[in-house]
């Protein structure tokens, strides 16, 4: 069994990672290919780096993302938790089938943040890359 996590609005998945206020949490079985139970979650409030550590607590072995920044995927890299592309506004069930079907092979790419010069994060995430 494992447990695949999507950052959601709406049932769909959300466009940037950073700036999600609910995951859904898919229990799956990966040599049935069959999901097995769908629940939404709500995370803690964002901050650096939480939501990475929050999600290996709450079981996730595999995240899928519309866009993400590169500090997140390292963080998710050492949480030991696979990230793959989805498409931003594909359905909870259409994205966890096209993984446990093998067909979420790409890991995202990073997007650029904007940071000021103290360091602080400014919440500007636009990104103008296929996240296929």
Known sequence: MITIAIPTSEGRLHGHFGGCREFTLVQADPEQRKIVSIR??????????????????????????????G????????????????????????????????RLVNEPAGCAHHHDAEGGHEHHHHCDHDHQ
């Open 40 to 69: 939404p979650v709500t995370p803690p409030p964002h901050a650096p780096g939480l939501f990475p550590r929050w999600l290996r607590e709450q079981g996730a072995n595999v995240i899928i993302v519309g866009g993400i920044g």
């Open 71 to 102: 500090r997140a995927l390292a963080i998710f890299a050492q949480e030991g938790i696979e990230v793959r592309a989805g498409e931003p506004g594909a359905t909870v069930e259409a994205l966890a089938t096209a993984y446990l079907a093998g």
